[in-house]
DNA sequence: TTCAAAAAAGATAAACCTATCCTTTTTTAA
DNA sequence: TTAAAAAAGGATAGGTTTATCTTTTTTGAA
């Protein structure tokens, strides 16, 4: 469901949301230490998150990557919509082409409801606020 | 989350499933065309629902395949531990290697309740049951 | 008993995703 | 002005999944 960029992507935009609030600019090679990421992939990663406007990069000394206010209250959904695309929680778990209420698939409603329920979650959860619960300790981007 | 394969798979299955209630073994031709697939992958799929005894096969000529009583009474969850393995369904959605109620990631509370209500109705569902509703022809195997 | 039909098995190829490396560009502080 | 630091970009490699093709085995019927 999720590729393993956009698992690295949630992972860096949230570690560096939550050093934001702090002020602070990471690297990419700390950002790849932090969430136990491929230091050149999490690059590609990063330049990504970047060319959406997820997070904001600096070049130069003392640059690094960061988030603006407003990037805080961006939603978990756009990191996927960025990195995966937008048909990741339209797709039919049996792998039909059109399966919609209309025309579904067997397994279609018991599947769509749980699918909608995760995709709401998206929606409304937003990168600062994971931000805000990794600061507060109770939670982890790593082992 | 679900592969492409294990989409085939259970897309397979139940048409075969569908037709074994009317003792009808179809072949692998007659199944790729059903669930629009492409026919020699869906023989390797097939061989492997075979192996796993998830349907039955039968060499020669009028052979095929075809489910055994209790075989219908498989869950689904039977062919994706089969094809994608039995880790699918508690895969952290932040890829950490290690997430649980007592090491979580900042998603894992909203994403595992929806996760388990998921297994939950693929080990709920039969493979029958999801072929009765096809027979009944309220629910569709392809476009 | 032979023959043809059908699945099984094995080898190989194509496509996609993940990952790395190297060069270029931009920026900053001394 | 310049050297260093850092991200951006391009090229390429590795691995996994998806897909195809060919050969072998099994089986039922004539």
Redesign the pocket.
């Known amino acids: 469901m999720i ?4 698992k ?1 992507a949630i992972r860096a935009a949230v570690y560096i949301a939550s050093q934001a609030e702090k002020n602070i ?5 700390e ?1 790849a230490e932090e969430i136990e ?5 999490t ?2 990663v ?2 990504n998150l ?2 959406y406007k997820i997070v904001t ?9 960061y988030c603006e206010k407003h990037q805080l209250d961006l939603p978990v959904i756009e990191i996927v919509n960025a990195i995966d695309g937008v048909a990741v929680f339209k797709e039919c778990v049996m792998g039909l082409h059109s399966c919609s209420d209309e025309h579904p698939c067997p397994m279609h409603f018991q599947y769509s409801e749980n699918r909608n329920n995760l995709l709401l979650s998206f929606q409304q959860t937003t990168i600062g606020s994971l931000a805000r619960d990794l600061a507060e300790g109770n939670v982890y981007l790593k082992n």
Do not use: T
């Open positions: 590729s393993k960029s956009c690295y600019k990471p690297g990419v090679k950002i990421a491929p230091p050149a992939f690059a590609k990063l330049q970047s060319k990069s600096l070049k130069g000394p003392y640059g690094g990557f």
